[in-house]
């Protein structure tokens, strides 16, 4: 017997229905454009290793809410199935990223546009990060959108298996 809709269906939807409203798409790309302000006045180093995607070679991860997940896969013309992100999990990176490259360059969400590996970074880049991501949250008190912050691959992982 096929099963109802799940919350993760129904957050998706919630997501997807959000970034059809202008006033809120305006505020994210508000946000993507203050993180541009800082980086250009930083001027972080950017060899474009690629390294910053390699989340296990790195040691790191990459988090971003289901808002920004949304909005991101709107903007972009492939479609993630749930063997892109297993690929990428088993590959250690992300599904998006071609040879060094990001595929999805313009697409890409917050947190992509502010990780540098630079080690300079450390001295703004987290107070930064921590301010643009409290505003990120506070968009979603202001216009009541249910909130959930969660791993790249994770996210993208719960959208794939919620294709439209
Ligand atoms: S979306 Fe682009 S920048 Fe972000 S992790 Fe993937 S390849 Fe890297």
New binding site residues.
Partial sequence: MAGGPTEDDSLIATWRDAIEEPAIVDLIDQLHAEAHRHIDAQAPVCVASGR??RFEQFGHR?FVTGLETALTLSRIERTVTTEDVNGARTDGN????LERL????ES??LA?RLFFCDAGADAWMPHLSQDLHNRLRSLHDLWSIPYRYGE?RDMLAMFAADPR
Avoid: M
């Fill in positions: 910053c995607c990459l992300c599904p998006f990223q990001c595929s999805i360059h890409r969400p992509c790249w």
